[in-house]
């Protein structure tokens, strides 16, 4: 059996989830609900407090997704009662952001600045002019938000300028060296 799959998820006073007709969960919180339809080779099981997905035959493809949809609800639950957050650090001369309304406007050194809408479901902000903080109920989008803004301008390995994940280190390289 799956070890992910085996283990129950646990649900808050703050969450509630529903098991409907064609094997649709929904998980409603006080941010938001978020649905999933389910393979039908997976069943899901409410008892109290705790939500429990079965297998119903033991076949590769049922062992495959029977840990993928207990991540997936897991992380909904997550999302829903506590939210997700990624950080991300500007560094550089000049490098600097600020919210206004639904867009995240960053000046990274180019002749313009970079406009960002934010999608639905994501609260950005900018504490510092150099650190944001992009916080949602859903992991997938605020990973997603997150890997965008940094493509922006990605840290280069000479000077590590550019726009970095909190705490991520970055390999420099050596520069020219003078000659003889």
């Known amino acids: 059996m799956s070890r992910v799959g085996r283990s129950p998820i646990f649900l808050d006073d703050k969450v509630q989830v529903t098991v409907g007709g064609n094997n649709i969960i929904t998980v409603k919180g006080a941010k938001s609900s978020m649905n999933f339809e389910i393979n039908p080779l997976i069943t899901a099981q409410i008892e109290g407090k705790k939500l429990t997905l079965v297998r119903t035959n033991e076949t590769k493809q049922a062992k495959s ?15 829903l009662t506590k939210g997700f957050s990624r950080s991300l650090e500007l560094h550089g001369v000049g490098y600097r952001a600020t919210v206004a309304g639904k867009k995240l406007e960053l000046s990274l050194g180019f002749s313009h600045p970079v406009v960002f809408e934010i999608p639905e479901g994501i609260e950005i902000k900018v504490e ?15 990973g997603q938000v997150a ?27 050596a520069g020219k060296s003078a000659g003889k």
């Open 65 to 79: 997704m029977h840990g993928m949809y207990r991540a997936l609800l897991q992380n909904a639950v997550h999302g």
């Open 128 to 142: 510092k002019q150099t650190l944001i903080t992009i916080n949602g109920y859903n992991k997938e989008t605020v």
């Open 147 to 173: 890997a965008k803004v940094r493509s922006f301008r990605p840290p280069e390995p000479y000077l590590g300028k550019g726009v970095r994940y909190q705490g991520e280190k970055i390999r420099r390289k």
